[in-house]
Each structure stands twice: as C-alpha cells, then as structure tokens.
C-alpha cells in the first residue's frame, strides 16, 4: 500500500531531550516536508526537500533540523525541545515539489508533547 | 508568501442540511487542494481545482474555483455524521493551507 508513515505517533518528552521523529515513503516520491499543526494557526510549514541532499526551510524553521539521505526518509530533528514545540506534526510527499492531480500524501501525524 | 482564509472558522449543522465553506487566496492560484481531516489524523485528499470557473464533485462533496482563481467555496449536499471533521484548502503555488473549518454534523 502506498503510503507515508510517521513513527511515533504519539510522544511525551521534558524539554531539553534530543529526540527524531521517523518519516517513510514507500511511493519513490522526490518531494518531502514537514508540517505542524497549531489550533487556529492550521498547518505551516516546517522545512521541505526537494531531492535527496535537498533540503530548505519552510515558515517555522527554528528550532527543528531534517536530512534526506535517502528518497525515502526524511526524519525531523528536534535538537532540544521546548514546550512551545507542543503540536501535532505531519510529514507529507509528492512525487515532484508542484503536487500533481492528487495532492499530496501525508503521514497519520505524530502528536508531540514537551513538558 | 499565499495568504489562505477560510470561512467560516467552524460550523454546526445538523443531518441532512447544505453547507458551504470558503477558501479565499491574496493571490491568484494556480491551482487549489481541498483535504479533509478527521479529528487528530492525517489529511485526506479530496479534489483538486486548476481552472477558473472548475467544478469538480466527489460523492455529496462540490468544489468550485472562481473565474478569477482567488476564491473556491466547498457545498456539502444533504450533510451527515460522516462529514464531520477539518476541511483545509491548500494552495498550489506553495503548499501553504488555510487554518481550517470545523464542520460538526449533527444527528
């Protein structure tokens, strides 16, 4: 089945503790990004890459790094987490950067929270 | 950068009646995605709309985007239970989304 998978889905972390959050796509995509979703701000967009070695921010860059050093993974870094980094993340890909007919395909999400 | 609003911010219905949401862009789209999402999960996509004046239709679901590309409205026809969730426009130009509408169907 094609599909984009985020591990984990949910997670509870105390500030300041390095933590990854996998993104897997099985559809050979070359676009990948990253979003969070904050209640009345919808979704804004973290970083994206274009190919692999190809990264570039997005609107809310700070405090997250990513790599792509394969097609298929592109895992978020957070490097030390705050509690404003509390959201719900989505990770999402196409098979170029302009989505085609059908959108982009997005994760199930990862809930994340920073006490 | 793509500013999307969306209209209404949430939205209670009860079964079986019409509704419409709004999706208004600060620049012309080149294209325009609604996904819906169900309360704490992913998105899914449900049309796209590259034309002005496009109309596209997935079961009780209508989308249009205006002459002008600025502005799609989405019409839920005889609404259900089923429909309930977050219905979010994106944009093409830059994948950037609206904030979202809550729809709340109530039986």
């Known amino acids: 089945e094609a599909q984009v998978t985020q591990n984990p889905r949910y997670l509870i972390t105390v500030t300041g503790k390095k933590l990854t959050v996998t993104c897997s796509q099985n559809m050979n995509h070359e676009y990948m990004s990253w979003y969070r979703q904050d209640p009345g701000l919808g979704l804004r967009q973290i970083y994206y890459s274009m190919n692999v070695e190809v990264t570039d921010k997005g609107d809310v860059p700070e405090g997250y790094k990513v790599s792509r050093k394969e097609k298929r993974n592109f895992p978020l870094i957070l490097e030390s987490p705050s509690p404003n980094q509390t959201s719900l993340y989505f990770c999402?890909?196409?098979?170029?950067?302009?989505?085609?007919?059908?959108?982009?395909?997005f994760g199930s999400g990862t809930r994340l929270t920073v006490v | 950068s793509q500013e999307l609003e969306q209209s209404p911010q949430s939205l209670i219905v009860q079964e079986g009646k019409n509704l419409t949401i709004n999706c208004t862009s600060s620049k012309t789209l080149y294209g325009l995605y609604w996904y819906k999402q169900k309360y704490g999960e992913g998105l899914i996509f449900l049309m796209m709309?590259?034309?002005?004046?496009e109309e596209k239709s997935h079961e009780k679901i209508t989308a249009k985007l205006d002459e002008k590309k600025q502005q799609s409205s989405l019409h839920i026809t005889a609404s259900q239970p089923s429909h309930a969730g977050i219905y979010l426009c994106?944009?093409?130009?830059?994948?950037?989304f609206g904030a979202g509408t809550r729809l709340t169907v109530k039986p």
């Open positions: 999402a890909s196409s098979l170029y950067g302009t989505p085609d007919n059908y959108g982009y395909t």
């Open positions: 994106g944009a093409n130009n830059d994948m950037r």
């Open positions: 709309l590259q034309k002005g004046g």
